[in-house]
């Protein structure tokens, strides 16, 4: 995406695309095998949304001294990064993390529980760095330097959040795990969550013979959407651009580009999301 005269006013880069698990061998080395973990740049500041196992990539690339964390909920492909993020590690770097339950409870009770014997042999008070637990919930706005983002509670079961970043006149949406409602219409808050926005990353787990069932079970209820609705919504949103996100861990590289040029038949301005790839707005 190409961003206006003015340069960008937020720039985004994906270090985790896959859903449920992450995903390795040969035919996943285009798009990329690492569980949801998203970077967004506002001027100074670096924003990060999920920290699935994509985040050791970040860690290690970006080294960032601080960053503001936004987790959509605590499934295990959206924490199980953050054990591996060597910066948590080093005193005087400082990292704020939203998520919910009050005060985040619920989010350092998560990343404290994936990091105890037997199932880690280090615990999350062995960050050296300070991490500050901040709660998000629907409805929330939060300041992050010049940027905005806003909370948004998608139909997800359990719950999760959508976020809407917004700088300078420009939008920036990062809305995994939702699907439609039961009876089949597009979730309402999705659609305004997205309304206009510049860059929709949403999920799109599935075919729509693997969600209604007519290969292997039905998925309706899991909290995925299939291809379809993720362009369905970039219509029905006015957005700009579609991110399709959070792949199955079933579908190779093959598998994306046919769901990529699929996507586009029915919503022009869409990609598949890759490991790698930056897009400013």
Not at 64 to 84: M, N, T, V, Y
Not at 121 to 136: C, K, N, W
Not at 143 to 164: D, I, K, Q, S
Request: hydrophobic share 40%.
């Amino acid at each position: 995406m190409m961003s206006g005269a003015g340069g960008p006013m937020l720039t985004v880069r994906f270090w985790g695309v896959r859903g449920s698990v992450a995903a390795g061998g040969a035919g996943y080395a285009e798009v990329g095998g690492n569980t949801s973990c998203v970077a967004v740049r506002a001027g100074d500041e670096l924003l990060v949304f999920d920290a699935g196992t994509g985040l050791r990539g970040l860690g290690a690339s970006e080294n960032p001294r601080q960053a503001s964390f936004f987790f959509s909920h605590l499934h295990w492909d959206h924490i199980q990064g953050f054990p591996f993020f060597g910066p948590a590690f080093v005193p005087g770097n400082r990292f704020t993390l939203h998520g919910p339950g009050k005060g985040a409870g619920r989010l350092l009770d998560a990343l404290e529980n994936q990091m105890r014997a037997p199932s880690f042999p280090v615990t999350l008070e062995a960050m050296g760095a300070r991490l500050d637990f901040s709660e998000v919930k629907d409805g929330s706005r939060v300041a992050v330097g010049p940027a905005t983002v806003t909370a948004r509670a998608l139909n997800h079961p359990g719950g999760c959040l959508g976020y809407r970043v917004e700088r300078g006149g420009r939008a920036v949406v990062y809305a995994t795990d939702f699907e439609p409602l039961d009876d089949g219409a597009l979730d309402p808050v999705a659609v305004e969550l997205a309304r206009g926005a510049d860059l929709l990353i949403a999920d799109a787990q599935y075919t729509a013979d693997e969600y209604a069932g007519r290969c292997g079970p039905c998925r309706k209820g899991w909290g995925h959407n299939a291809v379809e609705h993720a362009t369905a919504l970039a219509e029905a949103a006015g957005v700009k651009q579609l991110v399709l996100f959070h792949h199955d861990p079933s579908h190779d590289d093959a598998s994306i580009d046919g769901l990529e040029a699929q996507a586009r038949q029915a919503f022009s301005a869409t990609r598949a999301a890759r490991e790698g790839l930056v897009l400013e707005v």
